[in-house]
T-cell receptor, first 113, second 114 residues
Framework: AQTVTQSQPEMSVQEAETVTLSCTYD???????LFWYKQPPSRQMILVIR??????QNATENRFSVNFQKAAKSFSLKISDSQLGDAAMYFC??????????FGSGTQLTVLP | KAGVTQTPRYLIKTRGQQVTLSCSPI?????VSWYQQTPGQGLQFLFE???????NKGNFPGRFSGRQFSNSRSEMNVSTLELGDSALYLC?????????????FGEGSRLTVL
């Protein structure tokens, strides 16, 4: 079974600074997808960024980018120019042949003004 | 375009009762998945429906069941409620069951079992 590990329960960053959230996963599959989801206090999960395992190029969405290391099974999220609205719980998730999402335990991000 | 709609948003039940939660996916989406979120267990997959058929099921007891209607709306039912069923239940929809694109989540139904 696939597992997703987020080793940082809490992180904080100063507004306008950069922060990196870590995620590792374990799988025997070669074809899969990785996601970062954001869950603000309103509870609605919002997709931040997606990475296809077969793509070597790291995904980027505006201020959000990932560092995908397939051999190391590592998938970190970098948030540049952090904003107060980035404060939320961030979940790393895996989706393979079974199609359902396997989530990590989450990282609570606080943005300090 | 309306997002994923879940009802009710909040509900309180007592042990032994049953509950039905509803999810209306984004128009055109045919796949609906359900997840349970608790502080202790995190986010766990319950089941997935596509075209009225259950395609996948997580590791939950038979008290948890669901169904999908021809208009893609889905319901999940929990019978004989236990205190441990208190959780946020999230519904997510996508275009198909086999695509690898984004899952769109609703705001969830917060169930409290007393």
């Amino acid at each position: 079974a696939q597992t997703v590990t987020q080793s940082q329960p809490e992180m904080s960053v100063q507004e306008a600074e950069t922060v990196t959230l870590s995620c590792t996963y374990d799988t025997s599959e070669s074809d899969y997808y990785l996601f970062w989801y954001k869950q603000p206090p309103s509870r609605q999960m919002i997709l931040v960024i997606r990475q296809e395992a077969y793509k070597q190029q790291n995904a980027t969405e505006n201020r959000f980018s990932v560092n995908f290391q397939k051999a190391a099974k590592s998938f970190s999220l970098k948030i540049s120019d952090s904003q107060l609205g980035d404060a939320a719980m961030y979940f790393c998730a895996y989706r393979g042949s079974a199609r359902q999402l396997t989530f990590g335990s989450g990282t609570q991000l606080t943005v300090l003004p | 375009k309306a997002g994923v709609t879940q009802t009710p948003r909040y509900l309180i039940k007592t042990r032994g009762q049953q509950v039905t939660l509803s999810c209306s996916p984004i128009s055109g989406h045919r796949s609906v998945s359900w997840y349970q979120q608790t502080p202790g267990q995190g986010l766990q997959f319950l089941f997935e429906y596509f075209s009225e058929t259950q395609r996948n099921k997580g590791n939950f007891p038979g008290r948890f069941s669901g169904r999908q209607f021809s208009n893609s709306r889905s319901e999940m039912n929990v019978s004989t409620l236990e205190l441990g069923d208190s959780a946020l239940y999230l519904c997510a929809s996508s275009w198909t069951s086999s695509d690898t694109g984004e899952l769109f989540f609703g705001e969830g139904s917060r169930l409290t079992v007393l």
